[in-house]
């Protein structure tokens, strides 16, 4: 089955520890997106790339790290330098240009 | 980067019912339009690409209206299973990075 996988689905961090979210996609999809989503809020880009080995900064990147050595991987660090990463995040994919992006199911994270 | 705006609601409808939201768009030059469907604490799924000549899917029909630069969505005899929010997404107009509005929550009751 193509798809978008993230994993874990929840996960739990101290203060002042790095994490690293996983995504991984088998649609060979040429573009990939990090989001935060926020309780009653809508969707901020982290992170994008377009093609492997590049990316680029999205509106909320301080904080956040990535990197895109594959086509199918973009993994995702949330950084101890990251004020409130409590937040739900999605990753997407896409063919790119003007065309629909797909998510995965998404990773909760929470740090206490 | 462009603007997108949407109506948070909530609509509130019976079963039955039709309910139509909008989506206005800042950028003219915007080329790709789409609507996407959140349930709660879910990923977005999308729901229906907008075409200029309009297209529709069932009982969800997605309109554009470039000259006064917005979309709709329109959903006929609603269903319990519609109650969700609804995202409306714009690309293009000088960037492939899509913006997603805020959201249109729906809720459906018996």
């Known amino acids: 089955d193509g798809g978008i996988t993230q994993s874990p689905k929840y996960l739990f961090r101290k203060e002042g520890q790095n994490v690293t979210l996983s995504c991984e996609q088998n649609l060979n999809h040429d573009a990939m997106y990090w989001y935060r989503q926020d309780p009653g809020q809508g969707l901020r880009l982290i992170y994008y790339?377009?093609?492997?080995?590049?990316?680029q900064k999205g509106d909320i990147a301080e904080g956040y790290s990535v990197s895109r050595e594959k086509k199918e991987s973009f993994p995702l660090t949330v950084t101890s330098a990251q004020k409130n990463p409590t937040a739900f995040y999605l990753c997407a994919s896409g063919t790119g240009g003007f065309g629909e992006q797909y998510f995965g199911p998404g990773t909760r994270l929470t740090v206490t | 980067r462009k603007e997108v705006e949407q109506d948070p609601g909530p609509f509130n409808v019976p079963e039955g019912a039709t309910v139509a939201f909008n989506c206005t768009y800042s950028?003219?030059?915007?080329?790709?339009f789409f609507w996407y469907r959140q349930d709660c604490r879910k990923e977005p799924k999308l729901l229906m690409s907008?075409?200029?000549s309009g297209n529709e899917d069932g009982r969800f029909t997605a309109q554009l209206n470039r000259a006064s630069q917005y979309i709709s969505l329109l959903i006929r005899d609603s269903k319990l299973s519609d109650s969700a929010t609804y995202l409306c997404?714009?690309?293009?107009?000088?960037?492939?990075?899509?913006?997603f509005g805020r959201g249109t929550s729906l809720i459906v009751h018996p």
């Open positions: 997404v714009v690309s293009g107009g000088g960037s492939y990075i899509p913006t």
């Open positions: 907008v075409y200029s």
């Open positions: 950028n003219s030059a915007s080329q790709s």
């Open positions: 790339s377009q093609i492997v080995n590049d990316f």
